[in-house]
């Protein structure tokens, strides 16, 4: 059908967010906050593409960066697989996210690599 307007699928991405937050199992990691980089990318499902320039018409990441934050505030996660399910659930709880790839990185455990975890979720059909 001629002058339908296709949904428009767009990636959103938080890349690098650094977090000091309890994360791991070993009683160093217990002791006391570690730094954790988080990565995040979204794939947004929209019914037409953004007209009028305005951040009411698209995801706005500050959502999920500011979600991260209170998610980890003042928890500890023993697993980084854990902590990334948690927030692959906050990311899909927009609507518009068909699908999300989360990444934490540990990169102070050793010192010569950083250590880490990656899932990918979506959004059930």
């Known amino acids: 059908m001629s002058g339908m307007i296709e949904p428009v699928r767009f990636t959103t991405i938080l890349e690098g967010l650094e977090l000091v937050m309890g994360l791991g199992i ?6 006391a906050p570690q730094r ?3 990565s995040v990318r979204m794939q947004v499902v929209y019914p037409a593409p953004p007209a009028d320039d305005r951040i009411d018409q698209v995801l706005d990441y500050d959502f999920v960066r500011s979600g991260i934050q209170a998610l980890v505030a003042g928890r500890h996660f023993d697993l980084q697989e854990t902590l990334c399910e948690a927030i692959a659930a906050l990311c899909l709880a927009d609507a518009r996210v068909e699908r999300v790839t989360v990444r934490t990185s540990k990169p102070d455990i050793y ?3 950083a250590v880490g975890c990656e899932i990918e979720r979506e959004r059930p059909a």
Do not use: G, N
């Open 26 to 31: 070993h009683p160093v990691e217990r002791a």
């Open 36 to 38: 954790v980089i988080v």
């Open 111 to 113: 010192p010569d690599a």
